[in-house]
């Protein structure tokens, strides 16, 4: 495969780093990279001057490359000029990292939520897959028999689509019953989060020691996993991995992953994973952030974790997000360092979000009166005809529960 990186002006992330990123994700589908180039956006139109292209172009040829990846996402049509100009197939970004997600997906969810997002990606490109077919139309205005091939084939498309969604939207309510399950039994959810390959993984291997696929590739992880952990106080909390954020993730995978990633807004903690050795790592935990907003989750309280801190000494940056942020630890997560640190922080962190919670709680629902006694401080307590009015001090993890428990069951 050949490279081309688009410089951007304005761009956090600078085109040759980008462009790293990307022979990575191609590694990661098993492909060599011969060799790569940055172009400079040519006029208003044009992506890159035709000029350029055809160098390009041969310049893969000379390196034997069949494969021109251009590190942006294409439509159908700058696709199919790319590989008229550079006589080469031509791929983009997006489909780079969607094929990666192909190959990883394990779970009957995982490889749903795949096979959307491809099939999104897909059939507004549709046209420029077959445009022999559509070119066999004759004159203006005629359907020839390649459009309504096309035809054909989109409305197949768009079938498989609604059952998908359809599938996606069973497996869903799945979820749900099982979060719902979750809840009765409340205890803190912990969300592990981050950039891809930042040690989300080994980190979750290390706090429940529990076997789940660690690799040194790119979006190793698809589908969330949940165990429980018990702090250094004998608090259980319990502890989800999720899959890996990356720039630009492109938003057919976003959408589609939607009610995966649900998870990390339901998070009553989220740990932000960073590889702390990643020499743009500063930008990753942006991008994290970045991510974390368009999700919804923005408002979630954030504990973060400099991981891989056996492979760097600190540099001063490290020191001053951990010296400016008092919510973050540093670990190796391979080595182990750090990690009953990060372990106690866990539970400062979870102590620290105690809230005041007034409610009228039903006696038919006594369980959630033996619960605000266990695990908080109540301040006031007023016996009425059919329920206990209650004040009473609590960490809001356990405040929301109790509230949502009384909106669930109606008094
Ligand atoms: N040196 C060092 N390597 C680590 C550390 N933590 C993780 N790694 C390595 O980093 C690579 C990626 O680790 P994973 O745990 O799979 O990363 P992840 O964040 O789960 O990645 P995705 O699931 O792909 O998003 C593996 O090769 C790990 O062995 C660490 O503390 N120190
Ligand atoms: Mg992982």
Request: glycine share 8%.
């Amino acid at each position: 495969m050949f490279l081309v990186g688009i410089e951007k002006a304005g761009s956090a992330w600078p085109a040759a780093d980008s462009l790293e990123e990307l022979a990575e994700l191609c590694r990661t589908l098993g492909a060599e990279v011969a060799g790569s180039a940055v172009a400079r956006r040519a006029a208003a139109g044009q992506m890159v001057g035709e000029g350029k292209l055809r160098e390009f172009g041969q310049e893969a040829g000379e390196l034997g490359a069949p494969i021109i990846v251009f590190d942006t996402e294409l439509t159908g049509s700058q696709q199919r000029k790319l590989e008229a100009a550079t006589g080469r197939q031509v791929l983009d970004r997006t489909q780079v990292i969607l094929d990666i997600f192909a190959h990883r997906a394990r779970t009957r969810e995982g490889k749903l939520q795949v096979e959307l997002a491809r099939l999104s990606y897909l059939l507004p490109r549709l046209a420029g897959r077959w445009p022999e077919l559509s070119r066999l139309g004759g004159g203006i205005g005629t359907r020839g028999p390649g459009e309504a091939k096309l035809e054909v084939e989109r409305r197949r498309l768009r079938r498989r689509l609604g059952e998908l969604r359809r599938e996606i939207d069973q497996v869903r309510r799945h979820r749900e019953l099982l979060r719902a399950g979750r809840r009765a039994v409340p205890f803190p959810l912990l969300v592990l989060i981050g950039y891809t390959n930042a040690g989300k993984s080994t980190l979750f291997n290390g706090l429940t020691a529990a076997a789940v696929a660690v690799e040194d590739r790119l979006f190793a992880t698809l589908d969330p996993t949940t165990r429980a952990v018990v702090l250094p106080n004998r608090q259980r909390v319990l502890l989800t991995d999720t899959v890996g954020f990356i720039q630009r993730l492109p938003t057919q995978l976003v959408a589609a992953f939607r009610a995966t990633l649900e998870e990390v807004r339901e998070g009553d903690l989220l740990l932000h994973v960073i590889d702390a050795s990643h020499p743009r790592w500063l930008e990753q935990a942006a991008t994290v952030k970045e991510i974390l907003a368009e999700l919804g989750a923005a408002d979630r309280p954030v504990l973060r974790v400099l991981n891989k801190t056996d492979r760097v000494p600190l540099d001063e940056h490290h020191l001053a997000a951990l010296e400016t942020d008092r919510q973050a630890v540093a670990v190796s997560a391979l080595t182990g360092r750090g990690l009953d640190r990060l372990l106690e922080q866990v539970a400062v962190e979870l102590a620290a979000t105690r809230c005041r919670l007034a409610v009228s709680i039903p006696y038919h629902q006594g369980d959630l009166l033996t619960l605000v006694h266990d695990k908080g401080q109540v301040l006031r307590e007023d016996y009425g005809e059919e329920s206990v009015a209650v004040e009473v001090e609590i960490e809001s993890v356990w405040a929301e529960r109790v509230k949502r428990r009384l909106r669930e069951v109606p008094g």
